[in-house]
T-cell receptor, first 114, second 106 residues
Framework: DSGVTQTPKHLITATGQRVTLRCSPR?????VYWYQQSLDQGLQFLIQ???????AKGNILERFSAQQFPDLHSELNLSSLELGDSALYFC?????????????FGPGTRLTVL | KNEVEQSPQNLTAQEGEFITINCSYS?????LHWLQQHPGGGIVSLFM???GKKKHGRLIATINIQEKHSSLHITASHPRDSAVYIC????????FGTGTRLQVFP
């Protein structure tokens, strides 16, 4: 158990819908990272927050947004869902900001868009 | 060409064998990570390396910064080592390799 929690574990929804994925980092960790793992693209970095502020952006679509709240939990919002958004979404946390940081991964949320 | 290449893509071994998984990268990095992903999907961080060599139990990771290459070794492999091993390099973000699927048979 990494100490990072993600809810829900599974989510099944329809195209065009909007969903929110939630992540609680390990106690004391200030950075939260979001990743997408799809069958055709592998693992890809989406976005990082540190202590409530956006720090780095990767291949995140405009239909997706995220935020980190004062209690340090984070939410990833996915809207106008398409079939290709079906994937495993991981969050990870680390103590410090950005580089040379071990990251601790949550168990993931499996999103299925029908 | 991918910025992070792993080989082999698939690996089958008998219990007890010595395993090597390779990772080459083409970008400047601040660190390299080895991750393990089990069939259930969970990801565990095995190593984070900036230079040299690290050992944890039966796992050894090495990195050669000049050659932009890292290896993950598993000594005395066991069926419970069966998983996907993923190399990721750290720039201003993590860039992942496509993973090596390892199956160890009794």
């Amino acid at each position: 158990d990494s100490g990072v929690t993600q809810t829900p574990k599974h989510l099944i929804t329809a195209t065009g819908q909007r969903v929110t994925l939630r992540c609680s980092p390990r106690s004391g960790d200030l950075s939260v990272y979001w990743y997408q793992q799809s069958l055709d693209q592998g693992l890809q970095f989406l976005i990082q927050y540190y202590n409530g502020e956006e720090r780095a952006k990767g291949n995140i679509l405009e239909r997706f947004s995220a935020q980190q709240f004062p209690d340090l939990h984070s939410e990833l919002n996915l809207s106008s869902l398409e079939l290709g958004d079906s994937a495993l979404y991981f969050c990870a946390s680390s103590v410090r900001d950005r580089t040379v940081n071990e990251q601790f991964f949550g168990p993931g949320t499996r999103l299925t868009v029908l | 060409k991918n910025e992070v290449e792993q080989s082999p893509q698939n690996l089958t071994a008998q219990e007890g064998e010595f395993i090597t998984i390779n990772c080459s990268y083409s970008v400047g990095i601040s660190a390299l990570h080895w991750l393990q992903q089990h069939p259930g999907g969970g990801i565990v961080s095995l190593f984070m390396l900036s230079s040299g060599k690290k050992k944890h139990g039966r796992l050894i990771a090495t990195i050669n910064i000049q050659e932009k290459h890292s290896s993950l070794h598993i000594t005395a492999s066991h069926p419970r080592d069966s998983a996907v091993y993923i190399c990721a390099v750290e720039t201003d973000k993590l860039i992942f390799g496509t993973g090596t699927r390892l199956q160890v048979f009794p």
